[in-house]
């Protein structure tokens, strides 16, 4: 009853940033938490068939022959070498007929018409050479029945086939070996587009297993020497090896930009857009991703500034599996205003969220203007980021990235391979900072190589707090009031660059006299602790009356 109550509210369209963060919440309140696992949906299925028909009229009765011997004939080329005369590798086989089968029945369903498809093989002669070209092999020399092993696989899987989410059968790819994790397969150059059932999964190889009969291939979905392993070696079920292979994913954020002051391209929600949409001009304030290595991620290691509360903020959200796009919601919470500020979606990149050779995982776009931005205040602000999986119901994403899930965890057939390490709930890994309002951490006044003054506020480097009263470094009268000095002035955050700082002296006749920079070296640089900036400047000689003795103060103004 749980699950049949949210499958019906994910249906309807969610527009505010509220209802979608109740959605997220009713995932977890409702039955999707980590108390109730979440099912992955690849399932069994059958689809019966008695014959087939292959592009050589000189096989069977015009290049129609019975089901049985086309698998037998193709799995004495595909898997036969893997034979070992040992039962311990049956249910390797038997996982093997289920997904060639099954990759036929795609290749006919998904053919402009089903009834009258005809079958391209690559056919092999007795000695292992390949005669023809096809999408399947077949071995000319086979005969029915000669292998136990493959014989006993196909009649024990007669008609079972792998199906997903709309009792489809899947695109069973396969491959003789591959190394230790196969591909995502967007990240195959031999397949190259999102596919929601083809993810990467662990594959672990006993060398003593014979290679088989073709090159490593594309190392998406099965790998027949990993398959034979997992049940000659680990016990696997011919169920639970498939499901090692061939299935969803956990979603993860995969990388996020947030920019300043940028224009999000295309800006129509109503309709996606191509991978060159982008956010142009602004400042990007932050950019962080996760790359895959193995079991684990590497985080990057984030390119961060601090983001003025007073200007508005893009957002690109990258995610690695398509994710429904009415159950996405970014927040902005800080110590201030920690049930955060929504941003507001402008753009979503889901290529209809649809298989096929065009099929990417969601991208999202999104801004927040500088007046909600302000209800913030300032400090690290966290990007806390929800989504559910376009096609798992519940299937929320995964909170801790850097321990890759490659199973969600409701089906006992992966129980064997992920367990404990899939954690979902709202992404929060991503900081950035917004300031708070600039200070002068240091002044340093000189003449040729004299320093006669210099003074800064103490500040812990965690926090950038001062801690008590100015401290002077250097105190003393100006060697020659009417030559040129030297400025240089340290800010507390990154300031305005396209403008000088106001600088002006202050004399107790109350007389201002603006500083004009006239030195060839002027201007902003990054000061080495990166939360400041250094300004030096020349002074005009002769900017003082002769006559003037006594104190000078500093009026100093700049634009964060």
């Known amino acids: 009853m749980k699950k049949e109550f949210i499958l019906k509210l994910i249906n309807f369209k969610i527009d505010s940033k509220k209802e979608k963060a109740f959605l997220f919440f009713a995932l977890l309140l409702l039955g999707f938490s980590k108390a109730e696992a979440v099912d992955d949906v690849i399932s069994t299925g059958t689809y019966n068939i008695s014959t087939i028909t292959v592009n050589d009229p000189n096989i069977g009765n015009g290049g129609t022959l019975p089901i049985n011997d086309f698998m037998e004939s193709v799995m004495a080329v595909e898997v036969g070498p893997f034979d070992q005369g040992d039962s311990s590798f049956q249910n390797g086989f038997n996982a093997n007929a289920i997904a060639i089968l099954t990759y036929v029945q795609w290749k006919i369903q998904k053919s402009s018409d089903p009834a009258s498809y005809v079958i391209p093989i690559s056919e092999f002669d007795a000695n292992g050479n390949q005669i023809t070209s096809g999408v399947l092999s077949y071995s000319l020399s086979y005969v029915v029945g000669s292998n136990t092993l493959i014989q006993t696989a196909v009649q024990n899987t007669q008609n079972q086939v792998l199906t997903y989410f709309n009792n489809s059968p899947i695109d069973s790819e396969f491959s003789s070996r591959y190394g230790t994790f196969t591909n995502n397969s967007e990240n195959s150059s031999n397949y190259g587009y999102y596919n929601p059932y083809l993810r990467e999964s662990p594959n672990q190889e006993d060398p003593s297993l014979p290679a088989g009969n073709s090159a490593e291939g594309a190392g998406v979905g099965l790998i027949q020497r990993g398959s034979m392993d997992l049940s000659s070696l680990q016990g696997r079920t011919a169920t639970q090896i498939l499901y090692h292979y061939y299935h969803s994913m956990p979603p993860i954020v995969r990388a996020v930009t947030i920019v300043q002051g940028g224009v999000i391209e295309g800006e129509d929600p109503t309709n996606s857009h191509d991978a060159t949409t982008d956010i142009s001009g602004g400042t990007t304030i932050y950019t962080s991703s996760w790359t895959d290595a193995g079991a684990t991620r590497t985080f990057s290691s984030p390119v961060s500034l601090t983001a003025s509360g007073a200007v508005s903020l893009q957002f690109e959200i990258t995610f690695s599996e398509q994710v429904d796009y009415s159950s996405i919601a970014v927040t902005l919470m800080s110590a201030s ?221 700049g634009t964060v």
């Open 337 to 557: 205003n920690p049930q955060g500020v929504a941003v507001q979606d402008v753009v979503v990149d889901f290529w209809g969220n649809l298989l096929g050779p065009n099929a990417q995982p969601t991208y999202w776009f999104g801004d927040i203007e500088a007046d909600e931005l302000a209800g913030l205040g300032t400090g690290p602000v966290t990007v806390q980021i929800s989504a559910v999986h376009e096609y798992v119901p519940g299937g929320v994403l995964d909170s801790n990235p850097a321990d890759v899930a490659f199973y969600f965890d409701g089906n006992p057939n992966y129980s064997l391979d992920d367990p404990g390490t899939y954690q979902p709930g709202p992404d929060t890994n991503h900081v950035f900072q917004i300031p708070t309002l600039p200070y002068i951490q240091s002044v340093v006044a000189s003449q040729g190589a004299s320093v006669f003054y210099s003074a800064s506020w103490p500040v812990t480097a965690q926090s950038a707090t001062i801690l008590g009263d100015l401290s002077f470094n250097t105190f003393a009268p100006m060697p020659n009031p009417g030559s040129s000095m030297a400025l240089t002035l340290v800010f507390s955050e990154y300031m305005a660059t396209t403008t000088s700082p106001a600088v002006t002296f202050l004399l107790n006749t109350d007389l201002e006299i603006p500083v004009t920079s006239t030195g060839p070296n002027d201007g902003w640089v990054t000061n080495g602790a990166g939360q400041a900036m250094t300004w030096s400047i020349n002074s005009q000689a002769g900017y003082l009356p002769v006559t003037y003795r006594g104190d000078m103060g500093l009026g100093i103004g």
